[in-house]
Every structure is written in structure tokens, then in C-alpha cells.
């Protein structure tokens, strides 16, 4: 795993996506730091990170869009799936050296806080708690991307998937409020959903038959708790939505709590996505051989 770790922060570099990376990052947030917490007299450096968060959808397609896309554009990964590793070393190889690449402007944004307390009263307990959300809610947005960039082989559209799925997280907890809040509404969502999941099941194992037993799993357990507890479908969708849009619980933390259920869930996305992203090497490893 320190070889593939070495490399790829190496490769980040040399490709200048780590500094393009850094440098957006850094940019955004010396410049809501100037509007907001020196312009607006706000000692609040949370606030900032509220704000910058949007970033995310610009700079996590483009640090993660070549991690494993390029790879198999230019058939290296035949080189990843012959060492004596495994798919897990090689994944979490990729992946620490992209946290080592946004732990940098992180620890540089941490210094920010400390410097406005020269000219006002900030919270620092509050900053650094929201500071920490704010990197673990990239980390679980740099294992989404990983994984979207290990199902093509190029880099284009794994940054257009990647924009797309955090663009749809960005603004999910608003939609939520479009949507009914019937108890059937929340049956067909969750159907619909299940189909999706089964096909996403047939793309990574290329088996229809474990896609078709997965889909009926899921369809049958729906129909059963529906039809148990079917006033507990009422409103179920939209809360589900609300819980699940990871900006959405980050602006709460920005309030100043460290809500360890919000980390939980950041840690818990970014665990979930890396291992579907072994498993997608797995697959091609395989298929390869």
C-alpha cells in the first residue's frame, strides 16, 4: 500500500491536479474570509466554511477524475491487478494520498481562524469542530468520486458523474420538499430506488441473476414493512433525503455542535464507496484474467 501511496501522490502532483486542486481551495477561502469575516466584521470562521462548501462539486471532480479512469484508459491497471497486493491495499493506497493532498489547505484554512482572533473574538472550539467536518465531509466526497472515476475510463465523464451526484446531494434536502409526503409516494420512491440499485448490482458483477435476486429482495421487503407499517412510510422519502444530504448535515454543524452522528455518517459514506470501489477492481481484476 506505501508504494501505490507514494505514487499516486506523486502522480497528483506532477499532473498538477493536487495544485489546481490546493490552489482553488485556498483562493475560496481567502476570499469569503475577506467578504465575510473582515469586510462584515463576523468573527466567525464557520461561517466561511458554510459558504465554501459548494466548492466541493467544482475541486472533488477534479482531484478524483483520473485516480482510477486513466488507469484504465492506459491499461496500467493490467501492471495494479499483478502485484502481490490486494484490491484494498491498492484502493486505500489511491485514496490516503488524496487526503494527504486536502489535508494541505486544510492545515494552511486552520491557520486562518488563530489570525482573526487578533482582531475579534472567535470561537475557536467552534471553527476547528467545523473545520473537522468540513474535511471529513470531503473525504466522504473524495471516496464518492473514486468510485465514479473506477466505473470509465475517462477522466471526462467520471468529473461529469462525479458533478452531477454531489450537484443532486447539493440540493436534496431542498427537493425533499417537492416531493409527497404519502405514505404510497414513499413506496414507489423506494421501489424505483430498489430497481436502480439492483441495475447498479448487474453493472459491477456482470451476474443478471444476482440483480434479479437483489431486486426482488428489496421489492419484497418493501412490499412486507409497507404493508406492516405502512403509516411509517408517511413522509419516510423526504426525511430519508434530508438525513442523506451530506451538505445539508454539514451546515448544521457549522452552528457550532460537533454532532458526532453527522462524522459518523461522513465516515460511514466514505467507508461504503471505498469498498464499492474495491469491488469494482475486483470485478475488472477478474474479467481481466
Same mark, same amino acid.
Given at each position: ?13 506532477? $499532473? ?28 466567525? +470562521? ?57 489535508? #494541505? ?23 476547528? *469542530? ?19 472515476? *473506477?466505473? /470509465?475510463? $475517462? ?12 450537484? #443532486?446531494?447539493?440540493?436534496?434536502? $431542498? ?8 405514505? +404510497? ?6 421501489? #424505483? ?83 464499492? /470501489? ?10 481481466? /484474467?
Amino acid at each position: 500500500m506505501k508504494a501505490v501511496y507514494r505514487h499516486e501522490l506523486l502522480s497528483q502532483f506532477t $499532473s498538477l491536479s493536487a495544485c489546481v486542486f490546493i490552489a482553488f481551495l485556498l483562493l475560496f477561502a481567502g476570499i469569503y474570509t475577506m467578504a465575510i469575516n473582515i469586510r462584515s466584521g463576523i468573527a466567525s +470562521f464557520e461561517y466561511v466554511l458554510s459558504n465554501m462548501s459548494f466548492t466541493f462539486m467544482i475541486i472533488v471532480p477534479v482531484l478524483t477524475m483520473r485516480s482510477i479512469a486513466e488507469e484504465k484508459r492506459q491499461k496500467t491497471d493490467n501492471l495494479l491487478y499483478s502485484l502481490p497486493i490486494s484490491m484494498t491495499d491498492v484502493v486505500l493506497g489511491k485514496y490516503f494520498a488524496m487526503l494527504t493532498v486536502f489535508v #494541505i489547505p486544510v492545515f494552511v484554512m486552520g491557520t486562518y481562524p488563530v489570525m482573526l482572533s487578533a482582531y475579534g473574538n472567535v470561537n475557536l472550539p467552534a471553527a476547528f *469542530s467545523a473545520l473537522l467536518g468540513f474535511y471529513l465531509l470531503g473525504a466522504a466526497l473524495i471516496a464518492v468520486g473514486m468510485f465514479i472515476s *473506477s466505473l /470509465t475510463e $475517462s477522466q471526462a465523464v467520471a468529473a461529469g458523474l462525479c458533478f452531477v451526484l454531489l450537484l #443532486i446531494n447539493y440540493f436534496l434536502s $431542498s427537493l425533499s420538499g417537492f416531493l409527497s409526503a404519502t405514505a +404510497f409516494s414513499s413506496l414507489l420512491t423506494l421501489t #424505483i430506488a430498489a430497481l436502480l440499485l439492483s441495475i447498479l448490482a448487474e453493472r459491477m458483477t456482470k451476474n443478471s441473476l444476482a440483480a434479479m435476486l437483489t431486486a426482488a429482495v428489496l421489492l419484497a421487503v418493501l412490499m412486507f414493512t409497507y404493508t406492516v407499517f405502512q403509516d411509517k412510510y408517511a413522509g419516510l422519502v423526504p426525511a430519508l433525503m434530508e438525513n442523506l444530504s451530506l451538505f445539508a448535515r454539514f451546515e448544521d454543524m457549522t452552528g457550532g455542535v460537533l454532532d458526532l452522528r453527522t462524522l459518523v455518517l461522513f465516515l460511514s459514506i466514505a467507508g461504503v464507496f471505498l469498498y464499492m /470501489t474495491v469491488q469494482s477492481l475486483e470485478k475488472r481484476r477478474w474479467s481481466e /484474467t
